[in-house]
């Protein structure tokens, strides 16, 4: 049974309201999902969340109308807290406006690199100073499109995107719940994949290699920095392999998602057209 809030004051909304920032999602280990097909997405890869709010007044679609039984059929079986809001309050609390009516809270996931299960040839993705939420979440996108085995996001210390910020939910479309998205420090990711023998590509403008010259087949954890400042001294150290996107234009550089998406599906072409 949803309990009815109808406060501008209530607790609880002032909270979501909270979670906007990384401080206190990181205190609360908690984030937000906003958006029909985000929540459905979230669902369907078996995130019960905390909390879950409804205003029955957006509820317009099909789509919308069968999460709200899920829900409720999740609160019946005293998994989740079920809330219907008025649509002034589900406006001030969800970030993208009517959102379609539906907000949840979840917690943080869980995965780590001790939990990774790899495959034969693993294909990594590693994101180092990614600043920007919609970069992140468009990586993930191509991440689950693409089929690599993980994407890992290294720690940062100087206010870099964290993966349970609610824009990268949203700008992967619900794809940070289908795959392995994992945050670590560079030193404990460095150390793990020399464990695991795993070769370590660097992207940069100073590469050698063009990649679409190197083989991209073997076990490979492939390294993305930020626009801005490209990847940290570690990662260059630590290389066995620097690539590079050649330009022939006035730029040196392309957006991080579109530059992460073209390197990955050229490790994919290759390793489809081995397996024939």
């Given at each position: 049974?949803?309990?009815?809030?109808?406060?501008?004051?209530?607790?609880?909304?002032?909270?979501?309201?909270?979670?906007?920032?990384?401080?206190?999602?990181?205190?609360?280990?908690?984030?937000?999902?906003?958006?029909?097909?985000?929540?459905?997405?979230?669902?369907?890869?078996?995130?019960?969340?905390?909390?879950?709010?409804?205003?029955?007044?957006?509820?317009?679609?099909?789509?919308?109308?069968?999460?709200?039984?899920?829900?409720?059929?999740?609160?019946?079986?005293?998994?989740?807290?079920?809330?219907?809001?008025?649509?002034?309050?589900?406006?001030?609390?969800?970030?993208?406006?009517?959102?379609?009516?539906?907000?949840?809270?979840?917690?943080?996931?869980?995965?780590?690199?001790?939990?990774?299960?790899?495959?034969?040839?693993?294909?990594?993705?590693?994101?180092?100073?990614?600043?920007?939420?919609?970069?992140?979440?468009?990586?993930?996108?191509?991440?689950?499109?693409?089929?690599?085995?993980?994407?890992?996001?290294?720690?940062?210390?100087?206010?870099?995107?964290?993966?349970?910020?609610?824009?990268?939910?949203?700008?992967?479309?619900?794809?940070?719940?289908?795959?392995?998205?994992?945050?670590?420090?560079?030193?404990?990711?460095?150390?793990?994949?020399?464990?695991?023998?795993?070769?370590?590509?660097?992207?940069?403008?100073?590469?050698e290699r063009p990649y679409t010259e190197t083989n991209l087949q073997s076990s490979l954890a492939l390294v993305m920095g930020s626009e801005a400042f490209g990847v940290g001294p570690e990662w260059l150290a630590a290389a066995d392999i620097r690539l590079r996107i050649p330009?022939?234009?006035?730029?040196?550089?392309?957006?991080?998602?579109?530059?992460?998406?073209?390197?990955?599906?050229?490790?994919?072409?290759?390793?489809?057209?081995?397996?024939?």
């Amino acid at each position: 049974m949803a309990t009815l809030l109808t406060s501008l004051h209530n607790a609880r909304i002032k909270n979501i309201l909270k979670l906007n920032n990384r401080r206190q999602r990181d205190a609360q280990k908690r984030t937000i999902v906003e958006g029909i097909r985000e929540i459905e997405r979230a669902l369907k890869c078996g995130i019960v969340p905390q909390e879950a709010y409804v205003c029955p007044e957006l509820i317009t679609t099909d789509e919308a109308t069968a999460v709200w039984q899920q829900l409720q059929s999740l609160a019946e079986q005293g998994q989740v807290a079920l809330f219907t809001i008025t649509a002034e309050l589900f406006a001030k609390a969800a970030y993208r406006g009517q959102s379609g009516g539906i907000l949840l809270v979840i917690p943080y996931l869980d995965h780590s690199l001790v939990s990774l299960s790899l495959s034969e040839t693993p294909l990594l993705l590693v994101i180092d100073g990614g600043e920007k939420p919609g970069n992140l979440g468009a990586i993930l996108r191509t991440a689950d499109a693409a089929g690599v085995d993980a994407v890992i996001v290294t720690s940062q210390t100087n206010g870099g995107t964290d993966i349970h910020n609610p824009n990268v939910v949203r700008a992967s479309l619900g794809a940070l719940f289908s795959l392995p998205v994992v945050e670590a420090t560079s030193e404990t990711l460095l150390s793990w994949l020399r464990q695991k023998q795993i070769q370590i590509a660097v992207l940069t403008p100073e590469g050698e290699r063009p990649y679409t010259e190197t083989n991209l087949q073997s076990s490979l954890a492939l390294v993305m920095g930020s626009e801005a400042f490209g990847v940290g001294p570690e990662w260059l150290a630590a290389a066995d392999i620097r690539l590079r996107i050649p330009m022939f234009g006035l730029v040196d550089s392309l957006n991080l998602s579109v530059a992460t998406a073209v390197v990955v599906f050229e490790a994919i072409r290759q390793r489809t057209m081995a397996g024939e």
